[in-house]
């Protein structure tokens, strides 16, 4: 695919993940991830409490619960549970991923991250890339 075409697609794909970040029950901050492979939208998550729990992130002092969940680790996740797979994937997130995150993107084959918010710690990012993983942001 050609740059101007690959660029066109990450910042919508980018955009609908900000629209998913919306699904978020998270008051601190909504962060919403897609996991696309040959132009399909395989998978999706947004940060919140695992399934079965409230839907309340923090607690009454504004700390996010131990337990939340991110964006990432819901939408990888997700394909565990279905017939897809995310080798050589993209997944396009709205903040950039935490180290934990890119352990998890890096373990399930994913080969591209799109994000769109700079998070104040860069060791995941550092990672991706030292993990071969290209990484672009994109700023709206």
Not at 15 to 27: D, G, H, L, T, V
Not at 95 to 111: D, N, V, Y
Request: charged content about 25%; hydrophobic content about 35%; aromatic content about 8%.
């Amino acid at each position: 695919m050609n740059n101007d075409k690959q660029c066109k697609f990450d910042r919508r794909y980018l955009e609908m993940a900000r629209i998913w970040a919306k699904n978020s029950y998270c008051q601190r901050r909504q962060v919403g991830a897609l996991v696309v492979k040959n132009n399909m939208i395989i998978s999706d998550g947004y940060n919140g409490t695992p399934s079965g729990f409230e839907n309340v992130c923090e607690d009454d002092n504004g700390i996010t619960k131990p337990y939340v969940l991110h964006a990432e680790a819901n939408a990888i996740t997700k394909l565990a549970r279905s017939s897809n797979n995310s080798d050589g994937a993209t997944i396009y997130i709205t903040a950039s991923p935490c180290i934990e995150c890119a352990k998890l993107i890096i373990q399930a084959g994913i080969k591209r991250v799109v994000y769109g918010e700079k998070y104040r710690l860069t060791d995941g990012i550092e990672l991706l890339e030292r993990a071969g993983i290209e990484v672009v942001y994109l700023e709206v």
